[in-house]
């Protein structure tokens, strides 16, 4: 099991930017992929974006193609999303979540609140 600690939401007037930070622990050599997932009030959980551990390749919803960026630090265990040109739409709590290769999205931050004020 993969421990996940998000951090690095807050308050943002749109257009501004944020950087959100996963750190990770436990069993981390199992992991295959990690990812970004965001819950507005009233909403479903939605897929935000994604990477790969080792390989670094990327997935990125297209409502956030340009704007956000995936990246991680596999020295540091940690798994970054810098999110710029924020709107009120972008108003979530946004969670990290990690899976091994053959698996599901299992393990799961507590998550982080953004909130962009128009």
């Known amino acids: 099991q993969v421990q996940l600690v998000e951090s690095g939401g807050g308050l943002v007037q749109a257009g501004g930017s944020l950087r959100l930070s996963c750190a990770a622990s436990?069993?981390?050599?199992?992991?295959?992929?990690m990812g970004w997932f965001r819950q507005a009030p009233g909403k479903e959980r939605e897929f935000v974006a994604a990477?790969?551990?080792?390989?670094?390749?990327?997935r990125l919803a297209d409502s956030v193609k340009g704007r956000f960026t995936i990246s991680r630090d596999t020295a540091k265990n940690t798994m970054y999303l810098q999110m710029n040109s924020l709107k009120p739409d972008d108003t979530a709590v946004y969670y990290c979540?990690?899976?091994?290769?053959?698996?599901?999205?299992?393990?799961w931050g507590q998550g982080t609140q953004v909130i962009v004020s128009s």
């Open positions: 990477i790969t551990w080792r390989g670094g390749s990327l």
């Open positions: 979540a990690a899976r091994t290769f053959a698996g599901n999205f299992g393990s």
């Open positions: 436990g069993r981390t050599v199992s992991t295959y992929e």
